[in-house]
């Protein structure tokens, strides 16, 4: 009778360990894992049932064409799933957030257009990631940012056109990228990637075939042959332009900055104001050829050439003027910083409110002044003399506004 009962309690404490549905066989493999081979059953869906002690799933070529949330909220041990020649066309958020111990994931050959990248957040164990022959036309740049462990990463035959600069960044443990038979548009926005294959270690199986679609002169060629001199980084230059240096002014001051930019394909120039109050943003000109400015909440006055005007500059607009240049293969910038001075000597003025500043004898620089961005984001800043009131020659009281420019880089005045 003890035997009988000893028995029973075993089949008691290890029946919910063998739990398996009727489609799917389990075992216990050698080293202990827990086996839920569900393969080539003609499965329309995840098989309800799973013991919770599963550590391998496989449901390769089933019929499955929709993973829910709850998918497989039965078996939250899984290390290796294997879902592979499917029918999946619709993974919802959160069907693969809870798996934390997954380390090999298999969605090659289905249907996926649209995945829940933010999945992937928790999965930090994933160290091999098939999703290769499905019909994925893009990837967010962070979409692998958190697979510390990923060492195998498939992407082969999808849909993609581009790849966003930094997409296989914080992979330290990555050795192998399959990227082949995408129709990719080799405009420089895919430039990164040929710099990229360049230096790095991973292997990158089948380079040769990962070959440009578009455009026309680069069909057919490998992704890694396209010429550096179609793609240049942008090379930005701002300059103040002024007719003020040494004359006097009665309509008040109108500050004006050009931004010279160079690069290929040719920069885009946007500006950047921060004043005290408020923050602006200007993508391209707002001011038409026929000189009607298309936004006219706006006082900055954007040309087309590069250049910006701001009439009737005053305290308020004192501020941070930033010019940047931007192409497919990256962002440069330079930066102002536009002060007004109200004694008749505006370097004193600067020192008392930045002590770690200084001026060199009293020179200064004048109109065409460039400011060049050897290091992008260096801070110059341009000081306006404007004195006190003077005697007209008919006697009367004249407000009067002089020039006087200092230009300050990381605390040193540059002068011409």
Not at 32 to 49: I, N, S, T
Not at 368 to 397: N, Q, T
């Amino acid at each position: 009778m003890r035997p009988l009962l000893c028995c029973l309690g075993l089949a008691v404490l290890l029946g919910p360990c063998l739990a398996c549905p009727r489609a799917c066989s389990c075992s216990i493999k050698k080293n202990g894992r827990l086996l839920a081979e569900c393969a080539y059953k003609d499965l329309q869906e995840v098989p309800e049932g799973l013991s919770s002690n599963v550590t391998i799933l496989t449901l390769s070529a089933n019929r499955i064409g929709w993973l829910g949330q709850g998918s497989f909220v039965e078996v939250p041990e899984v290390q290796s799933l294997w879902l592979g020649y499917n029918q999946i066309g619709v993974v919802e958020p959160g069907a693969f957030a809870l798996l934390v111990h997954l380390k090999n994931l298999d969605l090659s050959h289905n249907k996926i257009a649209d995945f829940p990248w933010q999945d992937l957040r928790n999965l930090s164990s994933l160290q091999i990631l098939k999703m290769n022959n499905n019909r994925l036309a893009g990837l967010p740049r962070d979409a692998f940012r958190s697979l510390k462990d990923l060492r195998s990463l498939w992407l082969n035959d999808n849909e993609l056109t581009t790849l966003a600069e930094g997409t296989f960044d914080n992979l330290p443990s990555l050795s192998q990228l399959q990227i082949f038979n995408n129709p990719f548009n080799c405009s420089c926005k895919v430039f990164w990637l040929k710099k990229w294959t360049e230096n790095t270690s991973v292997s990158i199986t089948k380079g040769g075939s990962t070959l440009c679609v578009a455009p026309g002169r680069l069909k057919g060629r490998a992704v890694t042959d396209i010429p550096d001199h179609h793609c240049v980084a942008p090379s930005v230059q701002l300059t103040y332009l002024s007719n003020l240096d040494n004359t006097v002014m009665y309509d008040g001051l109108t500050l004006t900055l050009h931004c010279s930019v160079a690069g290929s394909p040719p920069p885009e120039i946007r500006w950047k104001i921060q004043t005290s109050s408020r923050r602006v943003e200007i993508s391209g000109p707002n001011v038409a050829r026929d000189g009607n400015v298309k936004q006219s909440q706006e006082r900055f006055l954007v040309f087309k050439n590069g250049t910006m005007a701001i009439p009737n500059f005053s305290k308020e607009d004192e501020g941070i003027y930033t010019c940047l240049a931007v192409n497919d293969v990256g962002t440069r910038d330079v930066s102002v910083n536009v002060a007004l001075a109200g004694s008749e000597n505006p370097a004193e003025d600067l020192l008392r409110d930045d002590p770690q500043a200084s001026h060199l004898g009293g020179q200064s620089c004048y109109k065409g002044d460039e400011m060049d961005s050897f290091g992008a984001g260096e801070k110059l800043v341009i000081v306006y003399h404007m004195p006190r009131e003077s005697k007209s020659r008919a006697g009367g009281m004249v407000p009067q506004v002089y020039l006087g420019t200092l230009l300050l880089a990381l605390g040193i005045v540059l002068c011409c």
